[in-house]
């Protein structure tokens, strides 16, 4: 995760710069957003399973 928050903190600076446009980089944060969400959902319960036997 630390990679993706340095990655955005760089896309920032760019926008920042006139480098880059808010709306590609809020396309971007979107794809990997729906992307680490859908392997979220994808594994929901076996991360359920193992939060609870941590408790």
Do not use: D
């Not at 729906?34 to 392997?39: C, N, Q, S, T, V």
Request: proline share 0%.
């Amino acid at each position: 995760m630390k990679k993706l928050t340095r990655h955005f903190e760089i896309e920032m600076e760019r926008i920042r710069e006139k480098k880059l446009t808010e709306e590609k980089v809020l396309k971007e944060a979107e794809k990997a957003l729906i992307k680490i969400l859908e392997k979220f959902k994808k594994n929901e319960k076996s991360i359920g399973k193992e939060t609870h036997s941590n408790l």
